[in-house]
């Protein structure tokens, strides 16, 4: 499996973690839940440092997904991975509402570009 095969399948396996994590939430779940912050920033760590090693290797992605802030998302990895402590919560709360499930359906498109990229875990094939 090439490495960028690889990190389209994470990409999906962490935004769908993402998703059902915080399936049901609310904002107040968000704010009075230290343990739920710290597992989606972590899932976030984790599905940005793979989009920024994506993009690497296949920098035309951007092109195909012009609605997506890839750049900001790079950012945001760096930010979080460098800085935890100065994560503004609120901020994190508007790119799990507004940001996630886009990026989950650029993601899932292009896994759908080639089958060899359905993600190996069967509970995650359904989400593709």
């Given at each position: 499996?090439?490495?960028?095969?690889n990190?389209?399948e994470?990409m999906?396996?962490h935004?769908?973690?993402?998703?059902a994590?915080m399936?049901?939430?609310?904002?107040q779940?968000?704010e009075?839940?230290e343990?739920?912050?710290d597992a989606?920033?972590?899932?976030?760590m984790?599905?940005?440092?793979?989009?920024k090693?994506?993009?690497?290797?296949?920098?035309?992605?951007?092109?195909r997904?012009?609605?997506?802030?890839w750049?900001?998302?790079?950012r945001?990895?760096?930010k979080?991975?460098?800085h935890?402590?100065g994560?503004d919560?609120?901020?994190?709360?508007?790119?799990l509402?507004?940001d996630i499930?886009?990026l989950?359906?650029?993601?899932k498109?292009?896994?759908?570009d080639?089958?060899?990229?359905l993600?190996a875990?069967?509970q995650d094939?359904?989400?593709?």
């Amino acid at each position: 499996m090439s490495a960028a095969k690889n990190y389209v399948e994470l990409m999906l396996l962490h935004c769908g973690k993402t998703l059902a994590k915080m399936d049901g939430r609310t904002r107040q779940d968000w704010e009075n839940d230290e343990n739920l912050r710290d597992a989606v920033c972590m899932r976030l760590m984790s599905l940005t440092d793979c989009i920024k090693e994506y993009l690497k290797e296949t920098p035309s992605v951007a092109e195909r997904f012009p609605h997506i802030p890839w750049d900001n998302i790079v950012r945001f990895r760096d930010k979080i991975a460098h800085h935890y402590e100065g994560i503004d919560c609120d901020v994190v709360w508007e790119i799990l509402e507004s940001d996630i499930t886009p990026l989950h359906e650029a993601i899932k498109n292009l896994a759908r570009d080639d089958a060899e990229l359905l993600p190996a875990h069967p509970q995650d094939r359904d989400a593709v």
